[in-house]
């Protein structure tokens, strides 16, 4: 498979007339970052040290104040100052549900808000991304895909995420101090709003920050991207981040793709499979995660199982089954623990690891699928959901 060009949508990422004043260092790559040092005033001859020093201070330390940089001279943090902001999303809110997952409401340039979802397991902990204000893709089970698309990310509100959650957990090393490897936030998966793949430069800048060794210091491994089938910018992913892959499959056959996950009209069951056999080689990935959702009487059947099993051969991949999460409208229910216990083990005999997800966050609609603003919380009544859905 050879590269293509990259797959660009009629949106765009930041507000088309930018408010002057202080430039966010936030989400700039170490390049971009020594550009505009030099751009504005510090000697060519010094601005790798500087981008070092400040890296660190803003991604190891989670210093906002350039006063705090210490071993930066007095005048030049002055000049910083005035120049340059360190900022991060603002937290509208914060939900933290019974089983401790926490939810964050989080506001950005515009007055757009999106949601970030942090889910604690055994000492460590899963930040949930999100990649888009709302949906392009309308996956007609999922409730993000309910809000229409606003705007792309940009690589600052997305490490801005990471930063906050950060903030909340009071996850910030101190400087000096002894080290320690304990990591409340352990892993970043992006599923939260929107298709990363279809904002991919800035997915790209804001992974390689938190996978930076003088910085957050997450491994890629420890980083999961979720597509719902961009075919040709999974070979860039692969290439170009190197993350672990997931991807939304949830059926078996084009018909019934074609409803639940309608960019399969574009880029069908085949090809997506096609592009994911060469993936683990390239980016040296142990296996790809199928993500499959279970809904009673569409795709929960022994047959349904089986003839994943027959597509998936040859892929080094495992089968997460998800339980649909239900929200208000929904046209679609949750397949019975025993459907997707016998549809698990038919996978599972099969060869493949078939881990059935636990639901998290479900009484602060914070599971999976369940993400969406709450700016645009308007309900479609069900008979329009499901006219969306081809349902009906």
Known sequence: MTATAPITQDVHTIPRKMP??????????????????????????????????IW???????VRDFDAMTNLAKAYRAELAEK????????????????????????????HEVEVVYIPEDGR?????????????TCSFCHTGTQKLVRNLTAAEIIG???????????????????????????????GMGEPLYNFEN?????????????????????TLSTSGVVPEIWRTAQ??????????????????DKLVPINKRWNIEELLDALRSYPKVSNSERITFEYVMLHGVNDSDEDARRLVKLIDGIPAKIN???????????????????????????????????????????????????????ERARKSRRQIEADAGLN
């Open 56 to 62: 660190q201070w803003i991604y190891q330390w989670g």
């Open 125 to 137: 902990g899963t930040l949930c991304v999100s990649s888009q204000v709302g949906c392009t893709l």
């Open 161 to 191: 995420q990471v930063m906050v959650a950060r903030d909340d957990l009071d996850e910030w090393p101190v400087p000096g101090a002894v080290k320690d490897e304990t990591r409340l936030l352990s892993n970043i998966v992006l599923m």
């Open 20 to 53: 002057e004043g202080p430039v966010n260092l936030v989400g700039m790559t170490r390049d971009k970052m020594r550009e505009v040092l030099i751009a504005n005033g510090t000697p060519e001859k010094q601005a790798k040290m500087r981008v070092g020093q």
């Open 84 to 111: 340059f902001v360190i900022e991060v999303p603002e937290v509208v809110t914060k939900q933290v549900s019974s089983d401790g997952t926490r939810k964050y409401l989080v506001r950005i340039a515009g007055g």
């Open 321 to 375: 089954l998800i339980p649909f999460n239900e929200w208000p409208g929904a046209p679609y229910k949750r397949s019975s623990n025993n459907r997707i216990r016998a549809f698990a083990d038919i996978i599972y005999k099969a060869g493949y690891a078939s881990p059935i997800r636990t639901p998290r966050g479900e009484d602060i609609m914070a599971a999976c699928g369940q993400l969406k603003s709450a700016t």
């Open 240 to 257: 170009e981040i190197g993350c672990q892959l997931a991807v939304s499959f949830h059926a078996t056959t084009d018909d019934v793709r």
């Open 203 to 223: 997915v790209r800048d804001a992974m390689k920050i938190a996978m930076d060794a003088e910085g957050i210091q997450l491994s890629r491994r420890r980083i």
